[in-house]
């Protein structure tokens, strides 16, 4: 039982997000309209409860990571050499697709998703990737689109199918 | 005799042309999800409830059931060969199962994890059929305060007893009850935690947490931390058949496998985790070749892989009779029959008798397709798995995106996933269980209300939770295995050292 030596700043932070979390849920809990009706238990009790949880847990963690760490994790050495470049590359890819689906639609959208995530994963071959995306875009929009009928953004294809 | 012809009704449902294809669809799909590392059932299933809102019900629920334990079956073929587990329920197939592969004896290990799956999987849906209606008679006396104490035993069990750490677990499940608070409450009609956000009034979509949580998150994880070294697939050489010594020495373990598996799937205790632990510490102390273990003892593969079958098709059972989910993918498909009205439980059983019997009765006969699928086919699955990583992932979030975004073509619900993702991402890194999340979401707002019920009845009196037997009973197993496990720990450290003391 060695206890790890520094503060893992990650667990505090997360701990601390819990307080928080819990804290704001007891605060907007009463912002809510209490009922006084046939019912015993109006819509608060339970936020209540939930927001007690969270801040309790969160302050249980923030203690474990101030006198040595959380308990019990399993060590993992890949955790010591984090890829933040791809962290970064996959983000940028869900965001810009989040930004552009709604005006360029939903195959261009895709297409520059799936190339990014796959850059992102170490991929060194856009062509052959983008080639996979247009295809797999292609299918899949006519797929959910004609066969189940499902409404997705054509973009600038619109009126063109 | 009632379960018998109940059951026959159910084989008449399940046969007709329409529900074999959606059961032969769903396993089909079950077992390339549990080969594909990075896609699990829950994902899967979360992911097709929009495109089958408008489906009926009892096709669209075979075929969940299918993903469910057909996912058992595909991610052992990941573990042995790959030696990275398709699914979480499949890390020790993993360890004795991939050194079996390594030499040359991946077929034998791929067919005592088929057969045993199947073995497992039929014996378990025997049990089901048995245990079902008996449960359902005892739950037919159960009034609000009882559902309201076994939920609450299942959020304890879920969250706080199994995994590495109590803190973590109950955050992870505050934070799930957090989320089902979103939106109108469903006695009031008062807006709660909306902040002003219209979209937030309907709640946060189940689809948008577990793909959030599942996808984004697993993907940003995987690539942030697991990228650099690359998998190494084992070739299948030889024969895929079993010898005679083969199946001496699996067939103990997969019943062994099964009579453990199965109740710790009943018991709201979640996870095939702990059952295919144990029965590989027990397979490890009762073979007659020790010697084997560590260099791919067969046994070490067969009593596993029955017990995550037979604990799969063991959660069905509190879903079913209770409609109490005690994993992330029961937690789903409890999701599912809420998408069309349906709420699992005792009266389900009577008034929708032809839509659970015909599930129960689907499940004898995917086992069946199963066995077909992952033994003479099994090639054309270990395909999948020749997918490079980057390909694999990309495709998981083309879909997972528009999974998101289908529900009502909104960017918000693309926001609320890629912080869901992140938040994902932050709890697989500091190993925080995902699972309390789904299952605090989706059973929060249900154990309120039969909170709310419960005192509604006893004009507010508290006491009505330790009144009524069932409900104090309940409530008592809950305080022990919170209590009980402290305790223990306690006195197993003061007996170590004292059992040490002579040598020191």
Redesign the interface.
Known sequence: MTARARIHPGELAIALGLVVLGSFVIYETQNIAETQGYAQIGPRLFPYLIGVGLTLCGAVLGWEALSGGWRHVPLDEAHEAPDWMAFGVISAGVILHMVVIGWAGFIIASTLLFVLIARGFGSRKPVRDAIIAVVLAVVVFFLFTKGLGLNLPKGPFEGVF | MDTFNALLTGFAVALSLQNLMWGFLGVTLGTAVGVLPGVGPALTIALLL??TA?LDPTGALIMFAGIYYGAMFGGSTTSILLNTPGESATIVTAMEGNLMAKRGRAGPALATSAIGSFVAGTLATILLTVMAPVIVDLALKFGPAEYFAVMVLAFTTVSAVLG??A??G??S???G??IG?IGL?S??G????A?GIPELLDGIDVVVVAVGLFA?GE??YI??????ESDKLEKMKGSIWMSRDDWRRSWKPWLRGTALGFPFGTIPAGGAEIPTFLSYAIEKKLTKRPEDFGKGAIEGVAGPEAANNASATGTLVPLLTLGLPTTATAAIILAAFQQWGLQPGPLLFETQPALIWGLIASMYIGNVILLILNLPLVGIWVKLLEI????L???I???A??GA??LR?S?FD??L??GV?LIGF?MR????PVAPVLVGMIL?PLA?QQ??RA??I???DLMIFLKQPISATVLAITALVIIGPPIWRRIAARRAPRAQAPKG
């Not at chain 2, 490079?388 to 390909?391: E, G, H, K, M, T």
């Not at chain 2, 890194?429 to 925080?432: A, H, L, Q, S």
């Open positions: 929009p495109a408008k590495a750490s803190a973590r109950l955050a499940l505050f934070f009850l957090m608070l409450d006695q009031t008062q807006a709660r935690f902040l984004v993907t940003l690539a942030t931390y697991f990228n650099r490079p990583r980057p390909l992932y990309a495709g979030l083309i879909f995106t528009l975004y289908g073509n960017w693309l926001a996933l890629y993702g932050l890194r500091y190993d925080i929060g309120e909170f709310r005192l509604a006893s004009q507010g």
